[in-house]
């Protein structure tokens, strides 16, 4: 029987060694390959407010406002809401203040289920709304639109002001999220107030 090395027997009391642990492991039977990618952590299965797909309502009520009717109500679509497609809703509304009798209105434009990035379909009512409220008559740039907190369907909304309107207090407020995109005129108002009222007008108007 041959003498071994000191070397020669150390590595192979470290191979039996190994072997002996190997097999009491089932684990250590199918080692991953060498190639395998690492998997990334997965996402959160809880979706942000924002996503999903909304639908638009004309809601009687929205945000404490009641929606107008009768003759002096808007009656036509004053904003161009961009292409329309199969399965998309329109809600076009007047909405009155608590004891409104006389007046302007707050003007609603909103579209639903919009097939392209609805940042862009709002942009689209944002101009047409501006357009429509300096009477196709701008004279100068609008101030900067500025955020402020969406409500709980998520997504952005953004208010800016209008002094260069006939009207200077007017605000424009528009959302947008995954499907949908709206936009509002408030008469006689500041940006802030615009936009709390316009948070809860969505949380009414939008499903």
Same mark, same amino acid.
Request: glycine share 8%; hydrophobic share 35%.
């Given at each position: 029987?041959?003498?071994?090395? /000191? ?55 929205? @945000? ?13 679509? /004053? ?30 434009? @909103? ?35 500025? /955020? ?6 998520? @997504? ?52």
């Amino acid at each position: 029987m041959p003498i071994l090395g /000191p070397r020669t027997l150390l590595a192979t009391t470290a191979l039996a060694t190994m072997l002996t642990l190997t097999a009491c492991d089932p684990a250590a039977e199918a080692p991953p390959a060498a190639s395998a990618p690492v998997s990334t952590p997965a996402r959160s299965s809880t979706s942000p407010a924002g996503s999903g797909k909304h639908t638009l309502t004309e809601a009687a009520t929205a @945000g404490g406002l009641t929606k107008a009717t009768g003759a002096s109500t808007v009656s036509d679509v /004053p904003v161009d809401p961009g292409e329309m497609r199969d399965g998309m809703n329109l809600v076009v509304a007047d909405y009155n203040r608590a004891g409104q009798t006389s007046g302007r209105r707050i003007l609603f434009v @909103g579209v639903d289920s919009v097939p392209e990035d609805p940042n862009k379909r709002r942009e689209h009512l944002w101009r047409g709304l501006i357009d429509y409220a300096l009477q196709n008559g701008s004279t100068g740039t609008p101030t900067t639109a500025k /955020p402020y907190q969406p409500g709980p369907f998520g @997504g952005s909304l953004e208010c800016l002001s209008l002094p260069e309107s006939a009207n200077a207090t007017d605000v424009i407020c528009g959302w947008s999220d995954t499907t949908t995109a709206a936009v509002a005129l408030f008469p006689r108002t500041t940006p802030a107030d615009a936009a709390r009222l316009f948070a809860a007008m969505r949380a009414d108007l939008e499903h």
